[in-house]
């Protein structure tokens, strides 16, 4: 196989606020594998939550090209165990694995979904997610982007009322996503009115290693609670069972696809609601995320629609919610 590596400062359409940071921009990089004619396109972006920059995973990669390249490709699952020798961090062993799924679909002609005995004739609609701001610009982002279902970023002193407030110019669901920003008491309380406002779960409203609060949340919350900040690689999955009614995976932070489609056979194994989300990635991480669907209960995969422009092809996310799944294999990616 041959490596390529190439590094994209993603420009957001809006500036997007968390309950612990903001930006207007997001650096991603993008890793090309190679082989017999086929390019297959991986991704990880940088995160300073997790203290991950481009700088760092390509310096990981470079640090182990010579074994990568001398690497006798035979299957996604094969290479990942590989790499896992290596001793690479999860968003470099992400870029890498969502490359060698993306070659793998490529080489056998066919979508991962097929590949992996799935179909894509029904799956989860995507959110829309609305970070904090102000008021009249969270409304505004709501009319400028008519969706039937919106991921609401919380974290402040009024949230309860924020809602409230969108819920007047909206019929749409809307999840809740307070980034560990709330007590146990806070989201007990607060569960009973934003149900009334038509919310339908809430995301990660403790912070990740609060497993007392959880307890007391999951007993007693009216509406139904999704990991995400506790429910990062394999492991997770099994100690958030008691805890929470589903996880959000994320690829970046698990390793990729391969671990991915490991946690999704044991949430499942759990009885638990099983959602994929994003990290504001381009075309090239969100056409990887698109290949789960027909596994998930739930998707975040609106990264790429909170983008200025795109800097590849492959999964389209229409109006209506809809997705189109390229003609191409793999993941369908092609870089612009």
Not at 106 to 125: R, V
Request: proline share 5%; glycine share 8%.
């Amino acid at each position: 196989m041959q490596i390529a590596l190439k590094k994209y400062t993603l420009q957001l359409a809006h500036t997007f606020t968390i309950s612990r940071e903001s930006r207007d921009e997001q650096d991603t990089l993008i890793v090309c594998l190679s082989l017999d004619g086929k390019t297959g396109y991986g991704e990880a972006t940088s995160n300073p939550y997790y203290k991950i920059t481009i700088e760092g995973m390509m310096d990981q990669i470079e640090s182990v090209r010579d074994q990568i390249e001398g690497y006798d490709f035979d299957t996604p699952e094969n290479f990942y165990e590989f790499l896992e020798s290596l001793d690479l961090h999860k968003f470099t062993l992400c870029a890498l694995d969502l490359a060698a799924n993306d070659l793998y679909g490529k080489l056998k002609g066919k979508p991962l979904y097929e590949l992996w005995g799935t179909s894509a004739e029904k799956y989860p609609m995507t959110n829309y997610t609305i970070g904090i701001d102000t008021i009249e610009k969270m409304v505004a982002k709501l009319q400028e982007k008519p969706w039937p279902l919106y991921k609401i970023k919380l974290g402040t002193p009024d949230d309860v009322a924020i809602v409230r407030e969108l819920r007047k110019h909206t019929d749409s669901v809307f999840r809740i996503d307070a980034n560990c920003a709330w007590s146990p008491e806070e989201t007990i309380k607060n569960a009973p009115q934003l149900k009334e406002l038509g919310v339908e779960f809430l995301e990660q409203p403790l912070k990740a290693d609060n497993w007392d609060g959880m307890s007391l949340v999951k007993e007693q919350s009216v509406l139904p609670v999704i990991a995400d900040e506790s429910c990062i690689i394999e492991s997770d999955v099994e100690q958030c069972g008691p805890y929470f009614h589903g996880i959000n995976i994320k690829l970046t932070k698990c390793g990729g696809l391969t671990p991915a489609r490991r946690m999704i056979k044991k949430g499942r194994e759990l009885g638990l609601q099983l959602m994929v989300g994003c990290m504001t990635e381009s075309s090239v991480g969100i056409s990887a995320i698109a290949q789960l669907l027909p596994q998930l209960d739930y998707v975040d995969m609106d990264g790429v629609m909170l983008l200025k422009g795109d800097i590849a092809k492959g999964v389209e996310i229409l109006d209506n919610g809809e997705v189109i799944f390229p003609k191409l294999p793999g993941s369908g990616i092609e870089l612009l």
